[in-house]
């Protein structure tokens, strides 16, 4: 795929964009990893922002879980470990609710 060729000021707004998106993202982390919202409030949403998280790094920011204990999870879970919370099936949505009802 070819790349837009932008003009100074549509890349200087790109990247203001691309760098809010990535701060929020990192705020709803952390509310996670806080106890300060729930998985399931975090999976309601449906917006660009939520959908291009891994879910690797999702379960990494739930408390008490590290990287060697995401990773069982995620292949307990049957989800591939560069799966991002976009393209989670119907199936994987309900088994990873299930492992996190809170």
């Avoid at 691309?18 to 990893?33: F, M, N, S, Y």
């Avoid at 999702?58 to 408390?63: A, F, V």
């Amino acid at each position: 795929m070819a790349l837009l060729n932008l003009t100074p000021v549509q890349r200087a707004e790109a990247l203001k964009k691309a760098a809010a998106v990535r701060h929020e993202r990192g705020e709803l982390l952390a509310q996670l990893k806080a106890g300060d919202l729930a998985l399931t409030a975090l999976l309601e949403r449906e917006d660009s922002v939520v959908c291009k998280i891994r879910v690797r790094r999702l379960l990494e920011s739930l408390p008490g879980i590290g990287s060697v204990r995401a990773g069982q999870l995620l292949s307990g879970l049957g989800i591939s470990e560069s799966r991002r919370v976009q393209g989670l099936g119907p199936a994987q949505r309900a088994r990873l609710l299930a492992q996190f009802p809170h």
